[in-house]
């Protein structure tokens, strides 16, 4: 289980800044410790990606009483080491309260480090919403997350900016989001202690550029380590060279000794992307991760542009049903499993309403304009017409694909599918 603190609502709904949430959460997480949080301003302001300056501020007002009710949030107390009498690093901590009748919301202290201020107030406003089982609104979400400087100090934030905010956390993996599906058609959120978007994968090694001269503008690239502090482990440059020869032969490999194997999160998926992909669960094992990556990227955005998980997961199980064999899954998944066929109406599915059933009117107007078959028959691939020998070649009534051998019923095998899976498909 990840480190969680426990915010006070004060904090998160007070005139605090949004820096000053980020600095409360890292620094109730160091109190836990027996000897309390000795960490500096510039460790704190490292570890957040903030400037010291704001750090600085932060701690003056959670060490000041509250303009609302004079409630001081922080202690700090000074400290001189008894040799010399030099100064030492302050020890901070949080007030202790009483939650059984304060309220307040759990917030992973990583998310502090991950989250950018304003992002990290609107995860603590959404984690006590869902606790406590309210529908939070966008509206009641900006002002929470209201302008806390400049002219407009203290009004709320536009509702654009709070949607924004929100499709971030989403995509980062911090939240999800199920569409109307809550009171009065409001959105429902679940909090995740922890990120659950695709993880990054460890580097294979091909450089910034590829072969064949796709490479970086840069003639020379020295590999450095990540901390200045630490000695340098590889002394091999690479150099570009022509078109014909592999940038990856001039890498000097790292020694046995000082290879680290990749040891960060594994690949996963968001709960709403696994509950579609649950028809084509079989052939995820062999994909790489970059795949696996694309595709869940693809329903997501379907799933965003406001395609329902019922109508992906069908369409999934409909194809791989009517797929005889599939040689290639990653390109097949990607090409052809994921992709909706119809018209650029979001309900139209293969031209038919999804909710209805009924036939697409926008997709028959487009079929009897181009004259390529009558407005009842069902939509396909469009393919070009090619003169063709007479007496050797058959053609699909439905898509007019060619076809060397008769066709059963005059449609080829992409456009008969099984009957009991058309009947539900309808």
Not at 38 to 59: H, I, N
Not at 354 to 378: I, M, N, S, Y
Request: proline fraction near 9%; include cysteine; aromatic fraction near 4%.
């Amino acid at each position: 289980m990840p480190q969680r603190v426990r915010v006070p609502l004060r904090v998160i709904l007070g005139s605090y800044s949004d820096a000053t949430v980020s600095v409360y959460v890292k620094i109730a997480a160091l109190d836990r410790r027996d000897t309390g949080c000795e960490a500096g301003v510039a460790y704190l302001s490292s570890l957040l990606g903030l400037a010291r300056s704001t750090v600085e501020k932060a701690l003056t007002q959670l060490m000041r009483p509250d303009p609302a009710d004079d409630v001081v949030e922080l202690t700090s107390r000074r400290r001189t080491w008894e040799k010399s009498g030099t100064g030492r690093t302050a020890v901070r901590r949080i007030r202790a309260t009483d939650w059984r009748r304060e309220h307040g919301a759990w917030v992973p202290s990583r998310a502090a480090e991950s989250l950018s201020p304003r992002q990290l107030r609107a995860y603590a406003a959404l984690a006590y919403a869902t606790a406590t089982g309210h529908h939070i609104t966008l509206a009641e979400l900006a002002r929470i997350l209201r302008h806390r400087s400049g002219q407009r100090a203290g009004e709320p934030l536009d509702v654009r900016s709070v949607r924004r905010i929100l499709r971030e956390l989403e995509r980062l993996g911090w939240i999800s989001v199920e569409r109307r599906a809550g009171y009065r058609g409001r959105h429902l959120y679940t909090v995740h202690d922890e990120p659950t978007q695709a993880a990054l994968t460890a580097d294979t090694g091909e450089g910034s550029g590829g072969d064949h001269g796709c490479g970086s503008l840069a003639y020379e690239e020295d590999q450095q380590t990540d901390s200045p502090e630490e000695p340098r482990a590889v002394s091999g440059i690479r150099r570009r060279r022509g078109s014909g020869s592999s940038a990856r032969a001039d890498l000097v490999p790292l020694p046995p000794s000082l290879r680290r194997p990749y040891a960060g999160p594994q690949l996963t998926l968001a709960p709403r992307i696994w509950r579609v992909l649950e028809p084509v669960k079989p052939l995820l094992p062999g994909l790489s991760p970059w795949v696996v990556r694309e595709l869940a990227r693809e329903i997501g955005r379907q799933l965003d542009q406001g395609q329902e998980p019922e109508r992906i997961r069908a369409r999934l199980e409909f194809r791989v049903a009517s797929t005889q064999e599939i040689r290639d899954p990653g390109r097949w998944l990607l090409g052809a499993a994921v992709v909706r066929h119809g018209c650029g109406l979001t309900a139209c599915e293969s031209g038919r309403i999804w909710h209805t059933g009924a036939p697409c009117d926008v997709c028959a107007e487009l079929r009897a304009a181009d004259g390529q078959r009558p407005p009842g028959k069902p939509s396909g691939p469009q393919r070009p017409a090619y003169p063709r020998p007479p007496g050797r070649w058959h053609e699909c009534e439905a898509c007019g694909a060619p076809s060397r051998q008769p066709l059963p019923d005059g449609l080829c095998r992409p456009c008969r599918p099984p009957a009991d899976l058309l009947r539900r498909w309808r």
